[in-house]
């Protein structure tokens, strides 16, 4: 299994055991494990609250470490902080671009933080720009860019010092469709390219289509971990029964569904049955004498496996 | 060293694009307030007693005008543009992902406050050249005792801003101290017209000794025990100044 650790093979660019975050008496971060291999696409997933954050900028060695152990690239970021930030790229959860400075200028003082030298900077700063579709914005301020070209802006400056491994706070958060997949495009372009990737993501589709490997966190907490199919293939059954009845109906479903499926979800627009087999789990609905609106049979998600974990649906 | 320059780089980038509406208030201010308070209240003060030594009024304010104007423009620099960095553009917080520090960082936007500081006195003084104010050949040393005052004020300033969440601190600072300091700590009259029981107090402020070393410098009246005192004190208040600030900042930007 990619990203653990055995004998003989090189040590891992992240690695956290009992990993604490406390703001004052609240843990944010509660004694979490983790790895984060080489070259994998590595995601943080959970509800609101639930410390991805915190995670995350202590990985960035911008947050100290309460308690346990973490090493990024093989350093720890209570010694060597410095060392550790030249290597890596972060595009922070919130955007905080300059908006003193044009989208430019942006690229080319964070590059200089980084110690390249002006030309170079330069010259970093035009090919992202290019890269993120930016650069006949080169000169314009960047207040009033949209929301997605700030992020994709936020994404280009992570990239000046060509980092090893790139942190990615729920990257996509606000973007549109479009914007979205042209982000993920570029993502997938960078892990081609053997960036290591860390992100958060409220979004299941971003988890499947970019994560290798994803941990679930709840309450502080890590739930579960594992690759996209892993986790479904062991939270959650191979099809799910959708069923939507008229209003006020569900009240008076108690019951009624029991025996039907593996596990059954009530929510409050509509029932989950989670059974390997949708469409028989149709007819017997109907051989109970239930009449629902609409009744929809799907493959299982990471969205089931994140519900069936945490209770709540992603997007709350 | 070179982080903090990375820093003082940035304040010159973003200085960069409104210096030229800042240059001309810089000259503005020196030519209205020595032409109405140096030579119209002045002319005023030397027809009754005038001063002691028989100084006019225009040669004995200027220099504390000078110093007055590092006070203020370390004051404004080190509140409002820091409060931007902190709290409403996250500026700092940006340049924390990077190599630099939370030391870089206060060192650098001081050093930058400093070499504002010598831009803005270094054209006071030449106002004060051009009306013959300047009496004495050391008189332009008065251009660092005025950077020095600035920077008294700027570094625990920038400290007290760094606990702020917002600009609702800063009248207070203003109001009840900067603009007394400006009117009572010997700028416009000898502290020795204060009442007796106030004068210790004006003692223990920097623009008093600010404005005292860079009024001796002007009149060339300046005795080397005597700048000493001035100099450790305005020195003193910045060092105090800058442990501060290396500690609300990394309060503010380090969690
Ligand atoms: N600086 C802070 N001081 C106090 N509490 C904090 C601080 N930062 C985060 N927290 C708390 O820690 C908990 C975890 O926050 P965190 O931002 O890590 O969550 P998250 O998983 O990123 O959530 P979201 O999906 O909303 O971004 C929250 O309850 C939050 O209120
Ligand atoms: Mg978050």
């Known amino acids: 299994m990619p990203g653990r650790m055995s004998r003989g093979e090189p040590l891992p660019l992240v690695h956290a055991r009992g990993l604490t975050k406390r703001f004052g008496a609240f843990t944010a971060v509660d004694a979490i494990d983790f790895d984060v291999a080489r070259g994998e696409a590595f995601g943080f997933l959970g509800p609101n609250g639930a410390g991805k954050t915190s995670t995350m900028r202590m990985i960035g060695c911008v947050s100290p470490v309460t308690a346990g152990t973490l090493r990024v690239l093989g350093l720890d970021p209570a010694t060597d902080g410095p060392r550790i930030r030249a290597r890596l790229g972060v595009v922070p959860q919130q955007d905080s671009l300059d908006m003193e400075l044009t989208v430019r200028e942006n690229l ?39 929301g997605g070209m700030k992020r994709r802006l936020t994404i280009a400056r992570a990239l000046i010092n060509e980092p090893e491994l ?4 729920e990257p996509t958060t606000g973007l549109d469709p479009q914007a979205r997949h042209l982000l993920w495009d570029k993502l997938y372009r960078l892990k081609q390219e053997g960036v290591t990737l860390v992100l958060t993501t409220h979004y299941m589709d971003e988890a499947e289509q970019l994560c290798d490997r994803l941990v679930v966190m709840d309450k502080a907490k890590i739930v579960a971990e594992g690759s996209p199919r892993q986790l479904i293939e062991r939270y959650v059954t191979r099809e799910v029964l959708e069923l939507r009845f008229p209003a006020g109906a569900s009240v008076d479903l108690d019951g009624r569904l029991e025996g039907l499926a593996e596990r059954v979800e009530q929510l409050p627009d509509r029932v989950l049955l989670y059974t390997d087999d949708g469409e028989a789990a149709v007819v017997a609905v109907h051989e109970r004498g239930l009449r629902p609106e609409s009744a929809l049979v799907r493959r299982s998600t990471l969205e089931d496996v ?10 709350d | 060293m070179g982080r903090t320059l990375r820093v003082v780089e940035y304040c010159a980038r973003v200085y960069r694009r409104s210096w030229r509406g800042t240059l001309f208030v810089t000259f503005l201010s020196p030519v209205l307030f020595l032409g109405a308070m140096g030579f119209g209240l002045g002319g005023f003060v030397d027809r009754s007693d005038g001063l002691p030594g028989g100084v006019p009024y225009a040669a004995f304010l200027a220099p504390g005008l000078l110093a007055a104007q590092g006070m203020q423009t370390a004051a404004f620099e080190s509140t409002y543009p820091i409060m931007g960095r902190i709290v409403w553009d996250r500026v700092y917080a940006a340049m924390l992902a990077t190599p630099i520090g939370v030391r870089d960082i206060v060192l650098g936007q001081l050093a930058w406050i400093g070499f504002r500081l010598v831009l803005v006195t270094s054209v006071f003084f030449g106002v004060m050249v051009a009306f013959g104010l300047a009496r004495s050949p050391i008189a332009v040393l008065g251009i660092g005792a005025a950077t020095l005052t600035g920077l008294a004020f700027a570094a625990p300033i920038m400290a007290f801003t760094a606990t702020q969440r917002n600009d609702q601190g800063f009248n207070a600072i203003f109001r009840f101290g900067i603009t007394p300091l400006f009117l009572f700590s010997g700028t416009f009259f000898p502290v020795e017209q204060l009442p007796t029981l106030l004068q210790p107090i004006a003692w223990l402020t920097p623009t008093y000794h600010g404005v005292a070393l860079a009024r001796d410098l002007a009149l060339g ?33 380090v969690v």
Do not use: K, N
């Open chain 2, 221 to 253: 009246a300046a005795t080397l025990p005597a700048a000493l005192v001035h100099l450790a004190v305005l020195v003193g208040v910045t060092a105090a100044g800058l442990a501060a600030a290396f500690v609300t900042f990394r309060r503010a930007l």
């Open chain 1, 306 to 315: 994140f519900l069936r974990l945490t209770g709540r649906t992603l997007v």
């Open chain 1, 108 to 146: 080319v003082i964070y590059g200089r933080y980084f110690d390249l030298s002006r030309a170079e900077a330069r010259r970093r700063a035009d090919a992202l720009l290019d890269f993120v579709q930016l650069l006949d914005r080169a000169d314009s301020q960047v207040e009033p860019l949209s």
């Open chain 1, 166 to 169: 790139l942190l990615l706070d």
